[in-house]
């Protein structure tokens, strides 16, 4: 699968390790997903067929039947090391779960066949961009939704994150540049309701010492991403 899938980089042996741990599952995850409901804002219907797109270990399965009220869950990766894993979550989530193989670009399902997507820090792996969001596109039925969570490219060019993780090179996108794929896509989205950006110290070069200290001599691009659109 690895071989052969040239619109994928795989992860570090490093960042593999670090999605099945409880510091990625509480303090990434859950806090992405929390955020990514409450932007949904309190109208959101339930969405019971909901896709986890680059599901790596499945330990966001649980959390898409609690907050979104997902009934019917298919986790799709690329990845067969983390394929293992997510079956195992799947086992354990209380509605059924379906865990597929198989690329972003090329999705083993039926045109809108899913009430909402879950893409969770999968674009910047991603080099043909925009065409993982209209594949996210196809999927989607009519006026579903799509929660899409990403880490900006001031995040992805850090020193720490090119030291330990592996991405491919030069496709990066400031949140403006994911948001203009997302629209060149065909999502639907407003701007001042749908979107946050943030720019947390963990995502800076020196860890935020310079702000906490009062010496930051410009403001920080957003280093994080998240997007609630719609088909």
């Known amino acids: ?14 960042g593999k390790w670090f999605q099945g741990t409880d510091t990625w599952y509480r303090y990434v995850l859950c806090e992405a997903l929390a955020d990514l409901r409450k932007l949904a804002g309190p109208d959101l219907p ?16 649980d959390l898409l039947h609690g907050h979104f009220g997902a009934r019917d869950i298919t986790g799709v990766d690329i990845d067969p ?19 597929k193989g198989g690329s972003v670009m090329r999705l083993d ?34 006026g579903g939704y799509l929660f899409l969570s ?15 993780f592996t991405h491919p090179p030069g496709v990066q ?5 994911y948001l203009r794929l997302a629209r060149e896509a065909g999502f ?5 309701r749908d979107v946050h950006t943030s720019t947390p110290w963990w995502s800076l070069p020196d860890f935020g010492i310079a702000r906490r200290l009062g010496l ?5 691009p957003p280093t994080e991403l998240l997007l609630v659109a719609r088909k």
């Open 188 to 192: 639907r989205f407003d701007d001042a």
């Open 81 to 99: 090391i983390m394929l293992r894993v997510a079956r195992e979550s799947a086992a354990r989530c209380p509605v059924p779960v379906t865990v």
């Open 150 to 164: 990403e880490s900006c490219e001031a995040f992805i060019n850090t020193w720490t994150v090119r030291w330990f």
């Open 109 to 142: 399902l039926a045109d809108e066949s899913m009430d909402g997507v879950l893409c969770h820090q999968l674009i910047h792996h991603c080099a043909n961009q925009v065409g993982a969001l209209r594949e996210l596109l196809r999927v989607l039925r009519p």
């Open 46 to 61: 339930p969405l019971p067929r909901m896709l986890d797109v680059g599901c790596g270990q499945g330990m966001a399965f």
């Open 173 to 177: 996108q400031p949140a403006e540049g």
């Open 1 to 14: 699968m690895e071989s052969t899938a040239t619109d994928w980089v795989s992860e570090s042996r490093f």
């Open 216 to 220: 930051a001599r410009r403001v920080s």
